[in-house]
């Protein structure tokens, strides 16, 4: 997993896959042949760092996730460090931006945006990808903000899209609006599910009264990776007197989860690993867990969640998970809860699962 000294953050028990991407490599190459950057480069979607550790100093780090930024602290060293911006800060006016760009159309947009929005003089952003995962999709949000949009030659089956001649751009992060049950959610961009609140978490929330008689009223209730925040806030409707702990690794679902859910019964946690939540201090949680990394299928973050979710559940107290039926998590979640399939159809399953010692 090791390369050039820098690794994998969260690290994953797929050995095969590898922090330097070819787009990566094609990244660095690319800035290395520029002309020094004038007023600095900013790096987006680094998941590990590779950029921001690699091209040419000074480099300013655009931080998507909590996991992404603790990559970055692991992988950095006192003499290389990065400044880090979130998407909701001023960002610096730089010449040149270097990114990956990401599985979510929707995030590419995020960041264009963010980058238009700070641009005064020229601003050249080269980002990186692999050809496989090409869709005209990103023409189509490129050149809505850059008058000149034009792709490199393919290396190592990576190639680069470079824009140039950014029109100005709002300072508001975008943002839409979906429906569930009676109340409308606000989400930035680039959160899961945009068009829909998910099938599975439907599917959750349309069962839960169905088998929920049997658990007892819970007094804190913890949504992990919530998104947007719409299973922390419909468990808080049927449970008037509990409060609520959300988390999730993404910025973006953090800060949209905040505008949706109520401020005096519940606080959001921008959070990995749920390593603020103290032992045996949560008595429900609830989760639609990730499975993907990017563009890689990994139940090594869930897995991970779910131990932890063990953690900070007192004895006695319940996980509840959604998930399609094919990732058949019940295996793993039988190493730390006794588990019971409360519901199911022909594409999702809900686990409840007991903390019993
Ligand atoms: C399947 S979505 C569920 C979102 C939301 N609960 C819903 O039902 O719409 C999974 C969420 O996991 C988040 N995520 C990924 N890794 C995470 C981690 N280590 N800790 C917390 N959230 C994580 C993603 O940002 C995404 O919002």
């Known amino acids: 997993m090791e390369m050039n000294g820098l690794h994998r953050y969260p690290p994953t028990s797929d050995h095969s896959l590898q922090v330097v991407s070819a787009a990566d490599e094609l990244l660095l190459a690319w800035a290395q042949e520029q002309p020094p950057a004038r007023r600095g480069t900013i790096v987006a979607h680094d998941r590990f ?4 550790l690699g091209a040419p100093a000074p480099t300013h780090f655009l931080a998507t996730f909590h996991s992404q930024e603790e990559a970055l602290r692991r992988n950095a060293s006192a003499d290389r460090y990065p400044q880090v911006y979130s998407l909701f800060d001023t960002l610096p006016d730089v010449d040149r931006a270097l990114m990956r760009i990401p599985k979510s159309v929707d995030l590419f947009e995020v960041y264009l945006s963010r980058l238009a929005a700070q641009v005064t003089g020229e601003l050249t952003v080269a ?3 692999m ?10 949000v490129a050149n809505r903000y850059a008058a000149a949009v034009t792709q490199t030659r393919a ?8 824009m140039q001649e950014f029109r100005p751009a709002g300072p508001q992060v975008p943002w839409s609006e979906v429906s569930y049950a009676g109340k409308t ?9 945009a068009k829909h609140i998910d099938y599975a978490t439907q599917f959750l929330l349309g069962e839960w009264d169905s088998f929920a008689a049997t658990l007892p009223p819970p007094a804190h209730i913890l949504d992990v990776a919530c998104g947007n925040g719409v299973i922390g806030d419909q468990l808080l409707g049927r449970y008037p007197d509990a409060r609520l702990t959300a988390t999730d690794d993404s910025r973006l679902a953090v800060e949209s989860a905040r505008l949706n859910l109520p401020t005096g019964r519940s606080r959001v946690l921008y959070d990995h690993t749920l390593g603020e939540i103290g032992d045996g201090s949560v008595d429900l949680v609830v989760t639609n867990p ?7 299928n990994n139940l090594d973050v869930s897995l991970g969640l779910f131990q932890q979710a ?7 107290g319940q996980l509840i998970v959604v998930a399609n039926r ?13 588990v019971d399939t409360v519901r199911q159809n022909e594409k999702y399953v809900i686990y409840r699962c007991d903390r019993r010692r």
Do not use: D
Request: avoid cysteine.
């Open 49 to 52: 760092g590779v950029l921001a």
């Open 127 to 129: 980002a990186g990808f």
């Open 131 to 140: 050809t496989r995962h090409f869709t005209p999709r990103w023409l189509e």
């Open 155 to 162: 290396r190592k089956k990576a190639r680069l899209l470079l």
């Open 185 to 193: 959610y606000r989400q930035y961009h680039g959160v899961f599910s």
């Open 290 to 296: 990730p499975f993907h990394f990017g563009y890689e």
């Open 310 to 316: 063990r953690r900070v559940l007192r004895v006695g």
């Open 326 to 338: 094919h990732l058949n998590y019940r295996t793993h979640l039988e190493r730390w809860y006794g």
